[in-house]
C-alpha cells in the first residue's frame, strides 16, 4: 500500500520516494488515482485490498503483474506490505483481511515466484514498536549530567488491539511463507502459527472497534499471552531470515492519517466543553506523542 508523491506525506509515500531512486522498477498500490510518476513506477489503483470479498483477487493481480514483468530474468523481487490502519471503520479486523488477502495471493502466485529459486523473492513487512512486550524497558537519554527516561511505545491498555493485530498480520505472512518455502520450516512451524493466528483473529474479531485491553475479559488473550506472542515473533522471525523482514523501531509518525481523527474528534471534544478549542486539542495530541514520534524518513529506512 503506497504511491509515489511528491512531496512525500506518509512513510509508505517516502518508502516509495527511495525505492524509485534505486530500483530498476517499482510497482506501487493503493486506493488513489495516481499520475506523473517517474518512468520506472508502475502504480495500479486497487480500492479494496482489505475487504474479505475482492482483496484476494486484487492482491493476485497485482502479484501476476510484477512476475509478469521479470519473465525469466533471476531479478528479486520485493514486497512491501505497509497496509495497517488504527483509526477508522473497524481498523483492527482491516489489518487482519489485508494481511489475510496478501497472503492467500502469495500461496496462489507461489509456483512461479519460486522460478527464480528460494532467493528471488522477500516479504517486508512494516512494523510498529506497538508491538514490543509490555515489559520492554524504557530507555535512558543522557542529556549533559541530566538522565532522561522516554517511556518506550509497546503492548498496553491503550492500544493492545491494535498492537496484536499488527502481530497478527506477521503471523500470517510467516505461515504464508512456511507454506511456500517448505521443507523442515512448515513441519516445525506450521501447526503453531496457525494456532495463535485463530486466536488472534477470535480476540480481534470480538473486540472490534474498542482496542482497549480489558483485564477481566477471561475469553480472550491476556497481557502476558499477548507479550508471549510477541517475543516469539521475534524467535519465528530468525528462521525465516533472508525471506521475511520486518522494518522496525517505528514508533509514532505524524502523517495525513491523523488528520481527519483529530479534527473530527476535537470538534467532539468541544461540543462537551465550551472552553474548548479544536486548535488546542489538536495540538496536545502532537505534543503528547513528541516523546516517541520519529521521521517519516527514519521510519521508511527501516525498511532496508
Known amino acids: ?8 506525506l506518509s512513510i509508505a509515500e517516502t518508502l516509495v520516494a ?16 495516481v499520475v506523473g510518476t517517474p518512468s520506472n513506477v508502475i502504480h495500479i489503483q486497487k480500492t479494496k485490498l482489505d475487504e474479505d470479498s475482492q482483496g484476494l483477487d486484487e492482491f493476485v493481480s497485482v502479484l501476476e503483474q510484477a512476475l509478469k514483468a521479470r519473465g525469466n530474468s533471476s531479478s528479486k523481487i520485493s514486497m512491501y506490505f505497509t497496509l495497517g490502519q488504527h483509526k477508522g471503520d473497524n481498523p483492527f479486523i482491516r489489518n487482519i483481511v489485508a494481511a489475510t488477502n496478501f497472503a492467500m495471493a502469495l500461496r496462489k502466485v507461489s509456483p512461479e515466484l519460486l522460478k527464480g529459486g528460494l532467493s528471488s523473492f ?16 524504557d530507555s535512558k537519554v543522557t542529556i549533559g549530567e541530566d538522565i532522561i527516561t522516554v ?28 507454506d511456500t518455502l517448505k521443507g523442515d520450516l ?6 503453531e502459527l496457525k494456532d495463535t493466528i485463530q486466536k488472534m483473529k477470535k480476540h480481534v474479531i470480538a473486540a472490534g472497534e474498542d482496542g482497549m485491553y480489558h483485564e477481566e475479559d477471561e475469553n480472550g488473550i491476556s497481557m502476558e499471552e499477548l507479550d508471549n506472542i510477541s517475543k516469539r515473533s521475534n524467535e519465528i522471525l530468525q528462521k525465516l531470515q533472508g525471506h521475511l523482514k520486518v522494518a522496525s523501531n517505528i514508533s509514532i509518525c505524524y502523517t495525513p492519517l491523523h488528520a481527519k481523527p483529530w479534527t473530527d474528534m476535537s470538534f467532539i471534544k468541544c461540543e462537551k466543553d465550551s472552553d474548548g478549542s479544536p486548535k488546542a486539542y489538536i495540538l496536545q495530541q502532537i505534543v503528547w506523542r513528541l516523546k516517541n514520534a520519529i521521521s517519516n524518513e527514519q521510519a521508511a529506512h527501516a525498511h532496508f
Open 1 to 8: 500500500g503506497g504511491k509515489y508523491a511528491s512531496p512525500a
Open 18 to 33: 527511495i525505492l524509485a531512486k534505486q530500483s530498476s522498477q517499482v510497482y506501487t498500490v493503493s486506493r488513489s488515482v
Open 122 to 137: 522477500g516479504v517486508v513487512l512494516t512494523g510498529t514498536d506497538a508491538t514490543l512486550p509490555s515489559t520492554h524497558p
Open 151 to 178: 517511556p518506550t511505545y509497546k503492548i498496553s491498555k491503550y492500544n493492545f488491539v491494535y498492537a496484536m493485530s499488527k502481530l497478527c498480520q506477521f503471523y500470517i505472512l510467516a505461515d504464508a511463507l512456511v
Open 186 to 191: 512448515k513441519e516445525e512451524l506450521s501447526v
